[in-house]
């Protein structure tokens, strides 16, 4: 992409009542834009942000037989008054809206409810099982207070994976290969030192959930974990019960804020119980369907990522989600030449700062935009056959020769 | 895909509601399912088919230069009540909801308002335009009735792109352009034979707008035309005036039903003007922005395909819309192995059909789906070192040799 050619210019300031650090840079380097509290624009980069962590899901997923698939915002009450789910006793995020035809409809917060009873078209028999759904979809939260940039919006993209399974065993088999998906899906996303598989609380169904935590200093929450990492609790199950079944004291362990990134959730006969999706068993016996769900929110997890990786001047992506892998620019009149002749063989993988502008503005946009790797060649580094490549993580800077400069990997 | 692996199957019967034929066959082949009525979830077949219009268009936007960004569905009052359409005597297909905090929100049935608004943030001089963005984004719309299936929705995607033009001149250069993409776009989706582009309506701010058209006898709209179709009316152009500037008689024109597949529409300063998105101009002189919006249904044109070349069979896609390009049967245990041979070198190519069933079961459904390709290859076909190929638009079927069967094209 050429930066003379994009709408987005970096800003001098993000909206004041912008506290999040992540936010700030990602207003200020042109990835999001806020339309008000609690709900952001994705610009060009932070669109393409996002689409390398889905696509980077998609792959870990497709790896474990999940098939994707896509619901809809709008909500029928039916299934969720079955559940018990519509009653803002129960449920107080919900958005309501009314059809003008008659009738209330609710915007998703999430998608037990409805996948549930898609189901029902299509398990009819033990043959049918088992099935593993996911889509990326919007979900909508009435939060009162929304803060911490896009890390806790009203309005959202979620990765959401439901199982289907004819009975516990085989839930807790694909509930593990969910465990090795996320794991690798965090380390592709540059998270996967930081974040812990938790013990969380299973509510009423489940002894525990677990939760992905990864640390941070501005988490929402607080974990709890012994002088290995071995044992990982989210603060709200340590209590003298559970402490007591990991034989652990709660003076033994340390706690530390974290950012939820995700989380994995046997939910057993909570829905399919109440909206009635059963399957005839190998003996015909009619038996409820066993499920499972497992979310995680994608802008979330790029909200923690800028988050957890920004320094004094700016972003820092790892590289699987950055937008771009360099950060192109060219000085004096060779060196602007050699820069288009770079860009021309592989413009997907270079943000080339093609603009009219000094240099030195044009490393500060570098630092803050968060590119991995600035290529500078200059009339000066040409002569001597050279470009320079800084690390932006490490600031790390070297000559390489420009013949063996190969930008398409 | 393994049809073995997926959880749809296809079904017997469509729901009793649903009158389209696309709509039924697009149900019973397993590409939608209906939450209610104008709300439908997207299967995984039908998500390719999606993703694959939006590949197409996206291609085609990108060759002009037009940047993807991604707004929001939940609205702030604020930009529309500048411009006159919060009201809903104004527009009358919002929905509405309320912030647990307080305040009025409303879920986009179109994005002019918003985009105009961010476009405040980065516009500023002569030197920041044109601009060209666009987004593929969920639009939702309060129909007081929808039917046609996934023709007239209350939850739909749509491609819209605005463009942002120094003076009228710029402008119309880029709509010419946006003219040529769009006829690209529509052939690419074989939809390009019997697609028009109409003189529509052009509201208050311009004489005309563009619809294409594309002729369906279940069609909502009424085209007119002339003998060698180079004049194309919208029904509420067909007035006096209209067709003195034009030199024809209504007498003259014939007509026929058609379905909108999208427009194109030169707004002028009708948004630009009370939201105060202005520039400075090269003599410093304060100017406004001169704005066109450009949209096309996703979903819509995924359901006029659909309508427009089903047969009693089934569905039929043209090549680059379709889910998969080839539908594989493998009949008997040399045929078997040979189809898991052929499908193991092209799986993203190959709906593969390795399911229990009888041939005939599988050939019918082959049908209803609407693969383009069939390919059967049988114990009594490979004696002779033959594949079966069907087309599905025209049911023409040859052997053809194994050994030069390529599905990677």
Redesign the interface.
Known sequence: MRMS?????T?RDAPKDETARSAQFLIRAGYV?K??AG??????L??KV?ENIKNIIRDELSKI?C??????????PEPWQKSGRWDENEV??W???????GGE?G?APTHEE?ITN??K???KSYK?LP?Y?YQFQ?K?R????AKSGIMRT??FLMKDLYSFSADEAEHAEFYHKVEGAYAKIYDRCGLGKDTYETFASGGIFSKFSHEYQTILPVGEDTIYYNSDKSIVLNEEVVVPEVLEEFGVKKEDLESTRAAEVGNIFTIKYKYSEPLGLDFADKDGSKKTVFMGCYGIGVSRVMGVIAEKYADDKGLIWPEEVAPFKYYLVGIGEEGQKTAEEIYAKNPDKILFDDRDARPGEKFADAELIGIPYRVVVSDKTLADGKAELTVRATGETKLVDIDKLDLAR
């Open positions: 050619k994009t709408f987005v210019k800003l834009h339309e008000m709900v952001y624009d994705f610009l060009p932070g669109l996002l037989d098939e994707e698939l896509q619901l809809t915002a709008l909500q029928n107080d995020i958005f309501k809206t009314e059809l003008s035809s409809l915007l409805p898609l189901m078209t299509y398990i049918d099935v759904a919007t909508f009435n939060e009162l207070r009203r309005e």
